[in-house]
């Protein structure tokens, strides 16, 4: 296991990771492109994403594969283990089209020539690039550069669009949940369809919420937005 203390040595050995979750994962994608046919690949991911659960069959956190006495966090199960009875019925879906993904490019400075060698067709980027942190995804990530010392307050506003695939006039109440040192407010709190909405995100980061010595100086501090009928 290359774990401290474990000598064992053997011709052979079990790697848990990537080799067997894609075809996994692959096979539940064709179960949802059967039953919904309509759906984009945007749709089926955001689907088995937000219908993951990340915790084991006694109701405590997952735990980090190479250290069993560690919980594990997001950078290591993603989104977590797919549900296959969930995903065919997410309520909510964040769909995803090309010219998105060409704007999340465009977003990230690419030339024309860059975003053909990648699509394969002479697609343009809109009069709006996209900000990267708002391509329409299951997850949100910001970054902020704090130097040592800093006290200045940081914030962003991320927008993300949802789509209701479940019953007609659905309503849902969306609730931000922050990790220490954040606030997150959510607009607007009620999500009532058959309507496409625009759900906006607000996160706060401030300096003097953050440990005075944190060993590495990169810190992740991982929240989640969650939506309930």
Known sequence: TELPGDDRVVPFNIMSGTSM???????????????????SPSA???????????????????LDGADAKVDSTPFGFGAGHVDPAKALNPGLVYDLGVQDY????????????????????????????????????????????????????FSATLTRTVTNVGEADSVYNVKAVAPNGVTMTVEPTTLAFSRVIHLRVKRAFSRALVPKKVTPPLVALLGRIRCTM
């Open 102 to 153: 060409v704007d999340f490019l465009c977003g990230l400075n690419y030339s024309d020539t860059m975003l053909v060698s990648l699509t394969k067709e002479r697609y343009k980027c809109s009069p709006k690039s996209l900000s990267p942190s708002n391509l329409n995804y299951p997850s949100f990530s910001l970054v902020f550069n704090q130097g040592a010392g800093t006290t200045t307050r």
């Open 21 to 39: 979750s894609c075809p996994h994962a692959s096979g539940l994608a064709a179960l949802l492109k059967g039953a919904y046919p309509h759906w």
């Open 44 to 62: 089926i991911k955001s689907a088995l994403m937000t219908t993951a659960y990340n915790r084991d069959n006694s109701g405590n956190d997952l």
